[in-house]
């Protein structure tokens, strides 16, 4: 689907949704089957087992929209991954993150289509990557082939796995409009995924402004499915806790499209048919972020921060906050809807008072007031500083900045997003000299994140973060764990009886970063799974010398710069 093709399918669903809405519709309508739009065809199902889903387009992750569907794969690896169209490879990646063993297909209709996690490449892929990551020595690689490898609709590119940032074995697969690369929801094709069940619209959530309450509470107030009226005194904005599940798995997904309603006139809309790689991180600003970083419930804001860059909203919704006047009743409608037609909605009734008494507040004790769009800087007599680029958060917030009570520095708040890193210089070290430092957050008593940072003069540590919480400097001169495992078959369910030489690698603190190995001075590919702390080489390779000994250098790097090193004499087979 070429640029304009699509851009024209947009305008007619936007078409389409203002028909349903009318003159004097008092509820906010949803589109039709596959978006308001007959399901479009020419893809084939990537897999040959009934599809049943356990991540749809849209679904809130972590920093991320989902920009696929993660397909089931009867609980294994192994299953034959078949092209949705005719196309040449354009993309091969393998790592141990991410999308692991991933390939990407492009059509000639001006679509890609994109197969992540894979176990492994069909030939003669797998063979020429082989042969690159040896002529390059990289472990990792991502890049376009430099030969045309030309696939039919229905052959088969590889086989299901669980590789990369996998939390079990799927497929995760893509449609992408290749001239830009932008995803598209790919759930607007006939794939035949069995869906008759509504999405739940579980709560609505009212926040309330400085000076404003609801229900009596100057807090966030979760509203059940059982309540139907609330009195306001002052302004709100609003979220609604909102997923799908399909027919055939319980697991949670995300809703198509939201619609609301104020005083039956259109007040917000959001609909999730493409997405945008270059503003992924703008997921944050759209779900309610101090419950979602916390508990990864599916809430979405009805409203759009100042920052939000996301192409998911429509130009006419309106934002922002709900004014109810003392004596005021206002009428709220909300609906929701799956890409298949499913629907749920919810009406909730605002009932003006007057504002309670202003209360005294006591100003905070330490931080600055951030705004969003200008750069920030902050720093203390004890030699804290903090460094913001503009449009690094989403809004104007207050930023705390000073000492944590125990230990640490507060680095703003851990309940407010980020999309831009910004620096750090902590006052004072753990004294370690001046190799293996980390700054850690903290978040409810456990590490959340370990950052790698460099020692200032006179003991000071720097380092660049997106993530706002408590800090406290740390040494990382331990290097990571190294145990060498017999030759052994490897395990891996399409080679059980494949012979490889395999290493436990794990690091307390900081994480490996890189693990690399030789024989008698001559690189070996390294099939590395930090999921199960384990690296090693597959003798079908053939970098070895059968029959010989060697000496095998086997070495593993964390994020501090530690370097551990296994040395020993192997004896292939």
Same mark, same amino acid.
């Given at each position: 689907m070429h640029?304009p093709?699509f851009?024209?399918?947009?305008?007619a669903?936007?078409?389409?949704?203002a028909? $349903? $809405?009318?003159?004097?519709?008092?509820r906010?309508?949803v589109?039709e089957?596959?978006?308001?739009?007959?399901?479009?065809?020419?893809?084939?199902?990537?897999l040959q087992?009934p599809?049943?889903?356990?991540?749809?387009?849209?679904?809130l992750?972590?920093?991320?929209?989902?920009?696929?569907l993660?397909?089931?794969?009867?609980?294994?690896?192994?299953?034959?991954?078949?092209a949705?169209?005719?196309?040449v490879?354009?993309?091969?990646?393998?790592?141990?993150?991410?999308?692991?063993n991933?390939?990407?297909?492009n059509?000639?209709?001006?679509?890609?289509?994109?197969?992540?996690?894979?176990?492994r490449?069909a030939e003669?892929v797998?063979?020429?990557?082989?042969?690159?990551?040896?002529?390059?020595?990289?472990?990792?690689?991502?890049a376009a082939?430099?030969?045309?490898?030309v696939?039919s609709q229905g052959?088969?590119l590889?086989?299901?796995?669980?590789?990369?940032?996998s939390?079990?074995?799927?497929?995760?697969?893509?449609v992408?409009?290749?001239a830009?690369?932008?995803?598209?929801?790919?759930? $607007?094709w006939?794939?035949?995924?069995?869906?008759?069940?509504?999405?739940?619209?579980?709560?609505?959530?009212?926040?309330?402004?400085a000076g404003?309450?609801?229900?009596g509470?100057?807090?966030p107030?979760?509203?059940d499915?059982?309540? @139907?009226?609330i @009195?306001?005194a002052?302004?709100v904005?609003?979220a609604?806790?909102a997923?799908d599940?399909?027919?055939?798995?319980?697991?949670?997904?995300?809703?198509?499209?939201?619609?609301?309603e104020?005083?039956s006139?259109?007040?917000? @809309?959001a609909?999730?048919?493409?997405?945008d790689?270059?503003?992924?991180?703008?997921m944050n600003?759209?779900?309610?972020?101090?419950?979602?970083?916390?508990?990864?419930?599916?809430i979405h804001?009805?409203?759009?921060l100042?920052?939000?860059?996301?192409?998911?909203?429509?130009?006419?919704s309106?934002?922002? $906050?709900?004014?109810?006047?003392?004596?005021q009743t206002?009428h709220l409608?909300?609906a929701?809807?799956?890409?298949?037609g499913?629907?749920?909605?919810?009406?909730?009734?605002?009932?003006?008072?007057?504002r309670?008494?202003?209360?005294?507040e006591d100003?905070?004790?330490?931080?600055?007031a951030l705004?969003?769009?200008?750069p920030?800087?902050?720093?203390?007599?004890?030699?804290l500083?903090?460094?913001?680029?503009a449009?690094a958060?989403?809004?104007?917030?207050?930023?705390?900045?000073g000492?944590?009570?125990?230990?640490g520095w507060h680095?703003?708040?851990?309940?407010?997003?980020?999309r831009k890193?910004?620096?750090v210089?902590?006052? @004072?070290?753990a004294g370690c000299g001046?190799?293996?430092h980390?700054a850690v957050r903290?978040?409810?008593?456990?590490?959340?994140?370990?950052?790698?940072g460099?020692?200032?003069?006179g003991?000071?540590l720097?380092?660049t973060t997106r993530n706002p919480?408590?800090?406290?400097a740390?040494?990382?001169?331990v290097?990571?764990?190294?145990a060498?495992r017999?030759?052994?078959?490897?395990?891996?369910?399409?080679?059980?009886?494949?012979?490889a030489?395999?290493?436990?690698?794990?690091?307390?603190?900081?994480?490996v970063?890189?693990?690399?190995?030789w024989?008698d001075?001559c690189w070996?590919?390294?099939?590395w799974?930090?999921?199960?702390?384990?690296?090693y080489?597959l003798?079908?390779?053939?970098?070895?010398l059968?029959?010989e000994?060697q000496t095998?250098?086997?070495?593993?790097?964390?994020a501090a710069?530690n370097?551990a090193?296994?040395?020993?004499?192997?004896?292939?087979?």
């Amino acid at each position: 689907m070429h640029r304009p093709v699509f851009a024209a399918l947009r305008f007619a669903h936007i078409f389409l949704i203002a028909i $349903l $809405l009318g003159v004097g519709q008092i509820r906010a309508q949803v589109p039709e089957v596959r978006g308001g739009l007959p399901p479009q065809t020419g893809l084939a199902a990537p897999l040959q087992v009934p599809l049943v889903l356990a991540g749809n387009f849209g679904e809130l992750r972590s920093n991320h929209f989902h920009t696929g569907l993660d397909f089931k794969t009867l609980g294994r690896e192994g299953l034959p991954i078949i092209a949705a169209t005719n196309g040449v490879v354009s993309r091969i990646r393998t790592g141990p993150y991410g999308y692991g063993n991933a390939l990407y297909l492009n059509s000639p209709e001006g679509l890609t289509t994109v197969y992540a996690h894979l176990q492994r490449f069909a030939e003669p892929v797998s063979t020429w990557l082989c042969e690159e990551q040896y002529r390059s020595e990289q472990n990792e690689y991502d890049a376009a082939p430099r030969r045309a490898f030309v696939f039919s609709q229905g052959d088969t590119l590889g086989w299901s796995g669980n590789s990369g940032s996998s939390g079990g074995p799927h497929l995760h697969f893509e449609v992408r409009e290749t001239a830009t690369q932008r995803p598209i929801n790919p759930l $607007l094709w006939d794939f035949d995924v069995a869906d008759s069940r509504p999405p739940q619209l579980s709560a609505v959530w009212l926040i309330p402004e400085a000076g404003s309450e609801a229900d009596g509470r100057s807090v966030p107030v979760r509203l059940d499915a059982d309540v @139907e009226r609330i @009195e306001v005194a002052g302004r709100v904005r609003v979220a609604a806790e909102a997923f799908d599940r399909l027919s055939a798995a319980h697991n949670v997904c995300g809703v198509y499209h939201i619609a609301v309603e104020l005083d039956s006139v259109p007040w917000f @809309e959001a609909t999730l048919d493409t997405l945008d790689f270059a503003v992924a991180r703008d997921m944050n600003a759209h779900a309610f972020y101090p419950i979602w970083q916390r508990n990864r419930d599916q809430i979405h804001r009805l409203h759009r921060l100042p920052g939000n860059r996301l192409p998911i909203y429509d130009r006419s919704s309106r934002s922002g $906050l709900i004014d109810v006047l003392p004596g005021q009743t206002r009428h709220l409608h909300i609906a929701v809807a799956d890409v298949h037609g499913n629907r749920a909605s919810r009406t909730l009734t605002l009932v003006g008072i007057p504002r309670p008494p202003a209360a005294p507040e006591d100003p905070p004790t330490f931080g600055a007031a951030l705004r969003y769009d200008v750069p920030f800087t902050f720093a203390d007599s004890s030699g804290l500083r903090v460094e913001v680029p503009a449009d690094a958060f989403y809004e104007d917030t207050w930023f705390l900045c000073g000492p944590a009570v125990g230990k640490g520095w507060h680095i703003g708040s851990s309940d407010l997003p980020a999309r831009k890193d910004f620096t750090v210089e902590l006052p @004072e070290h753990a004294g370690c000299g001046f190799r293996g430092h980390v700054a850690v957050r903290w978040e409810d008593d456990e590490i959340e994140a370990v950052v790698p940072g460099r020692p200032l003069v006179g003991g000071g540590l720097k380092f660049t973060t997106r993530n706002p919480g408590v800090y406290f400097a740390a040494c990382d001169t331990v290097p990571p764990h190294i145990a060498v495992r017999s030759l052994r078959p490897s395990g891996l369910p399409e080679q059980p009886r494949a012979l490889a030489l395999q290493f436990e690698v794990a690091d307390d603190l900081s994480g490996v970063e890189e693990v690399s190995a030789w024989a008698d001075g001559c690189w070996l590919r390294l099939q590395w799974d930090p999921k199960k702390d384990r690296a090693y080489y597959l003798l079908e390779d053939g970098r070895h010398l059968p029959g010989e000994t060697q000496t095998v250098v086997f070495e593993a790097r964390d994020a501090a710069g530690n370097v551990a090193e296994w040395s020993g004499q192997v004896r292939w087979p």
